[in-house]
């Protein structure tokens, strides 16, 4: 993880020079205030990752003699299919067109959104999916 939290820093570099070039010959504000708020983007993700780098093992990255193989073995834990994200996403719809055609569609949108939250933060304590 240190080679990412170091390309992180330097794109943060990168950005705040392109953002001070930029906001001189432009005096645009709006895409020199971008700039720098990628410039503050970059340079926190760049610091917790030089920071979270120091507090665990080191990994088969920061080794420039390893090999591909050195970090084979299991990623994590992936879910089996699941519909929840389908109701998040028609909820989501429902609600964001509330914004544009009338507020009283969130009423519509709020019960969608809530079962498909609680249908996915409780998937794997009912049904099929259940832990033991």
Same mark, same amino acid.
């Given at each position: 993880?240190?080679?990412?939290?170091?390309?992180?820093?330097?794109?943060?570099?990168?950005?705040? $020079?392109?953002?001070?070039?930029?906001?001189?010959?432009?005096? !645009?504000?709006?895409?020199?205030? $971008?700039?720098? #708020?990628?410039?503050?983007?970059? +340079?926190?993700?760049?610091?917790?990752?030089?920071?979270?780098?120091?507090? +665990?093992?080191?990994?088969?990255?920061?080794?420039?003699?390893?090999?591909?193989?050195? !970090?084979?073995?299991? +990623?994590?834990?992936?879910?089996?299919?699941?519909?929840?994200?389908?109701?998040?996403?028609?909820?989501?719809?429902?609600?964001?067109? *509330? =914004? =544009?055609?009338?507020?009283?569609? #969130?009423?519509?949108?709020?019960?969608? #959104?809530?079962? *498909?939250?609680?249908?996915?933060?409780? !998937?794997?304590?009912?049904? !099929?999916?259940?832990?033991?």
């Amino acid at each position: 993880m240190k080679i990412q939290g170091k390309m992180f820093i330097w794109l943060s570099v990168f950005i705040l $020079a392109m953002a001070i070039t930029y906001g001189v010959w432009s005096k !645009e504000p709006v895409g020199t205030t $971008a700039l720098f #708020l990628s410039f503050g983007l970059s +340079v926190m993700i760049g610091f917790y990752l030089a920071f979270t780098a120091n507090r +665990v093992d080191a990994m088969a990255q920061d080794n420039k003699e390893a090999d591909v193989a050195d !970090e084979a073995g299991d +990623v994590g834990f992936f879910s089996p299919h699941s519909w929840q994200p389908l109701s998040l996403a028609i909820g989501g719809a429902f609600a964001f067109m *509330g =914004v =544009v055609f009338g507020w009283w569609l #969130l009423y519509f949108s709020a019960p969608i #959104l809530l079962i *498909g939250l609680f249908g996915w933060v409780f !998937e794997y304590y009912r049904g !099929e999916n259940q832990t033991q």
